[in-house]
C-alpha cells in the first residue's frame, strides 16, 4: 500500500507560481512511477508530470512542457510539481498518483494509488 497527500494548492493570477507537494509513505521502491494529474471541472482526468521514485527518466504533458517540473525531495519524502507561468486553463483539482511498476505512463488508469488532490485557481 502506498499513501498520497496533496499539499500547495491555492488562488493565483496568471503568470504567478505555486508549488505543490505529496506526502509519500508506505511501500515504495526506487522504480515506483510517481505522476500528477489534473482534472478541470467537466473534464477528464488528464496526466500533466511522471518520474520514477528514485529519480532518472521524467514524462510531461505537452501542455505544462518548460514551465512544469517535477521532482523529489528526499528529506520530506516528497514528490513535488513546480508551476510557473501559470494560466487560467491550468486550474484543475491536482492529484498525485503511484503506479505498481517503473512505467511513467499518462493513462490514469495505470496508476493504482492516489491522493485526495488540491485545488489550483489560476485568475486571469
Known amino acids: 500500500q502506498v499513501q498520497l497527500v496533496e499539499s500547495g494548492g491555492g488562488l493565483v493570477q496568471a503568470g504567478g507560481s505555486l508549488r505543490l507537494s505529496c506526502v509519500v509513505s508506505g511501500r515504495t521502491t526506487s522504480n515506483t512511477a510517481m505522476a500528477w494529474f489534473r482534472q478541470a471541472p467537466g473534464k477528464e482526468r488528464e496526466f500533466v508530470a511522471a518520474?520514477?521514485?528514485?529519480?532518472?527518466?521524467?514524462n510531461y504533458a505537452e501542455p505544462v512542457r518548460g514551465r512544469f517540473a517535477i521532482s523529489r525531495d528526499y528529506v520530506k519524502n516528497t514528490v513535488d510539481l513546480q508551476m510557473n507561468s501559470l494560466k487560467p486553463e491550468d486550474t484543475a483539482v491536482y492529484y498525485c498518483a503511484a503506479a505498481r511498476g517503473p512505467i511513467l505512463a499518462s493513462m490514469a488508469s495505470d496508476y493504482v494509488y492516489w491522493g485526495q488532490g488540491t485545488q489550483v485557481t489560476v485568475s486571469s
Open positions: 518520474r520514477r521514485w528514485s529519480g532518472g527518466s521524467t
